[in-house]
């Protein structure tokens, strides 16, 4: 069975963007603890009710936390998990956008509808 090349190089990218998002995940999970609790990136972990040592064999391991608990530790720094993984902000529908959203709702619901004969 012969591997591509391309198909290395895919595989190969997915692993390094993995690496990425796990270096910025465990270091904007750590500086947040610090700046929004005052707290060491062990008592975080432990005041939030996770195990220090899976956390930490995960981040050795270049693995992301489950989803559940990624939640948790975003919820607890008052974040989001997008935040955590990329450090931008989600982004916030602009106001004229929701707005004509809306008002196209309302204006779908207020024609008046056809009646059988």
């Known amino acids: 069975m012969s591997v591509s090349i391309f198909s290395l190089y895919k595989q190969y990218i997915c692993f390094f963007l993995i690496e990425i998002y796990c270096m910025d995940f465990y270091g904007h999970v750590k500086r947040l603890a610090k700046e929004k609790m005052n707290l060491s990136l062990q008592e975080f ?19 992301l936390p489950r989803a559940d608990e990624a939640y948790k530790i975003a919820q607890a720094l008052g974040t ?33 509808q056809k009646q059988k004969k």
């Open 45 to 63: 972990i432990i005041s939030i009710g996770l195990n220090h040592d899976s956390y930490y064999s995960l981040k050795r391991a270049g693995n």
């Open 80 to 112: 989001t998990i997008e935040y955590l993984l990329t450090g931008a902000a989600p982004k916030q529908p602009d106001a004229d956008e929701v707005l004509d959203k809306f008002q196209a709702i309302i204006d779908q619901y207020r024609k008046p």
